[in-house]
């Protein structure tokens, strides 16, 4: 449990640092989160792929992944922008999120069995 914690904290201070900048430069837009949420896919989809002890399974993929990444603040992003009559945006940005996570996972794997 401890390892978890351990992982789920760094992953979570990083994923703040990243909205902090990504608020700067895209004040309007949430890409702060598409890219949190797409490159935890990727890092996700190379952990799965080797044969990690499970400590180290359990402080990266379980914790830190698990940390870092935000389903819930896509989804609340996704709303705001629809909320706000941003129609385009706010579609655009939950089925791009989606396939972008999908895609990141994918060659996080490809990845993962280079390694």
Do not use: E
């Not at 914690?5 to 890409?31: E, Q």
């Not at 945006?89 to 996080?108: D, N, S």
């Amino acid at each position: 449990m401890m390892l978890i914690g351990l992982g789920a904290g760094c992953g979570a201070v990083l994923r703040y640092l990243i909205t902090v900048a990504g608020k700067r430069w895209h004040p309007t837009f949430p890409m702060a989160t598409l890219v949190i949420n797409a490159t935890g896919a990727l890092v996700a989809g190379v952990l799965v792929t080797l044969a990690l002890p499970q400590p180290w399974s359990l402080i990266l993929l379980t914790g830190f992944c698990g940390g870092y990444t935000t389903f819930s603040t896509y989804m609340t992003d996704t709303f705001v922008l629809l909320r706000d009559r941003h129609w385009i945006q706010g579609m655009l940005y939950y089925a791009g999120t989606a396939l972008v996570g999908i895609l990141a996972a994918a060659v996080g794997v490809m990845i993962g069995q280079m390694i």
